[in-house]
């Protein structure tokens, strides 16, 4: 047979045998039946070439190593791409930097919230929370804040709008009596007050309120208060006393000193107007009281067999004295290179 042919056929037939080996075991097959070293069938042409005359040979050679190479490098490729798992494609590559985890935080108001939640938990105080649409009746009225009181001026409060039925009619909101954004957390005095017995009560609750204020550095329209309420065979004003003045300095560390000064609230009294010592200042941390016997009279109990203290304050001013921070809108602004920093 001419080699060259011969050469051309072998080649033909390895390479077609390499294409349709699939894994690397039929490829290791094809490499011993064409290229083995002891009986592959390139060494049986290995033999011709020592056949060939003298002029053939230059050409009989290099097509041999050219035949050669091409079936190696063919049987190579097809090796290498057989040996690459079916998964590689979706496999997960570990040597590449993982994807960073955003690590959230709490709000600065929330983070106050929960701290009070904690001093006054440990205080003995049950943390309870009341609802933010109110009616008047646990906003104003149950609170000694008769009807004509300014602090229910439609235009310091949030009413809602009545809503209507499709005929006209009015459609009335729970109670039947006009509901708004609570104004003051003590909504939650008389909510609590009226579904326990005097037992004794005592609670806090801290949330949002809302007034129609005009916005700058230190208002808002909606707030958040503390509430505290405890009522007792015995509880006095030295009790309400002693309980703020643990708080302020459970809060703000060292001997706190808290002052009281006459006031007035509808549903206190005597009422005062409570002042916490912080770096030789004064500050005004809110409102405080014995409870209003009308209070206790309104929710059922009996102003003869027990007292009680409350008190509202405000949370905004706590966390802006801890932090250094002078506008309470940076509250509000959502701006996350004001948050990030607490
Ligand atoms: N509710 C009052 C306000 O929003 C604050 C307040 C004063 C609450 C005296 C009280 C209190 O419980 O006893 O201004």
């Known amino acids: 047979m001419d080699p060259l042919a011969a050469l051309a056929e072998f080649e033909q037939a390895a390479l077609a045998a390499i294409a349709a080996a699939t894994n690397a075991p039929a490829l290791e097959q094809v490499r011993i039946e064409f290229l083995g070293k002891k009986q592959g069938r390139l060494k049986d042409l290995q033999s011709l070439l020592g056949k060939a005359t003298p002029e053939q040979r230059p050409v009989l050679g290099k097509r041999f190593n ?15 791409s057989v ?13 590449l930097p993982g994807t960073p985890i955003e690590l959230g935080r709490l709000h600065p108001i929330t983070q106050t919230v929960r701290e009070f939640q904690g001093i006054m938990a440990r205080f003995g105080f049950e943390v309870v929370d009341g609802p933010e649409l109110e009616d008047e ?31 006209g009619e009015p459609m ?7 509901m708004l954004l609570r104004s003051q957390t003590s909504n939650v005095q008389i909510r609590v007050m009226e579904q326990r017995k005097p037992a004794p009560v005592r609670i806090i609750s801290v949330g949002r309120v809302y007034r129609p204020d005009d916005i700058d550095a230190t208002h808002h329209v909606m707030f958040h208060q503390l509430e505290g309420l405890m009522i007792g065979p015995d509880v006095t004003m030295a009790s309400l006393k002693s309980v703020l003045r643990m ?4 809060y703000l560390g060292g001997d706190s000193e808290v002052r009281f000064r006459p006031s007035f609230f509808p549903f206190t009294e005597p009422s005062v107007e409570v002042d916490v010592r912080w770096k030789d200042r004064w500050l005004e941390l809110g409102g405080a009281g014995m409870v209003d016997p009308n209070v206790l009279t309104a929710v059922g109990y009996d102003p003869e067999q027990v007292t009680g203290f409350a008190f509202g ?21 959502n701006d996350v290179r004001f948050l990030r920093q607490f």
């Open 137 to 167: 009746w646990h906003n104003f009225d149950g609170l000694n804040i008769p009807l004509e009181h300014p602090a229910r001026d439609p235009l310091d409060n949030f009413y809602l709008a009545a809503a209507c039925t499709a005929t």
């Open 83 to 95: 040996a690459k798992p079916a998964v590689a494609a979706t496999a997960i590559d570990l040597t």
């Open 247 to 250: 708080f302020a300095a459970a």
């Open 313 to 333: 304050l405000g949370i905004a001013r706590f966390c802006m004295l801890r932090h250094g921070i002078d506008d309470i809108r940076l509250f509000y602004q």
């Open 66 to 80: 050219d035949v050669k190479e091409a079936v190696t490098a063919a049987l190579e490729a097809k090796l290498t």
């Open 172 to 178: 009335l909101l729970r109670s039947q009596t006009s």
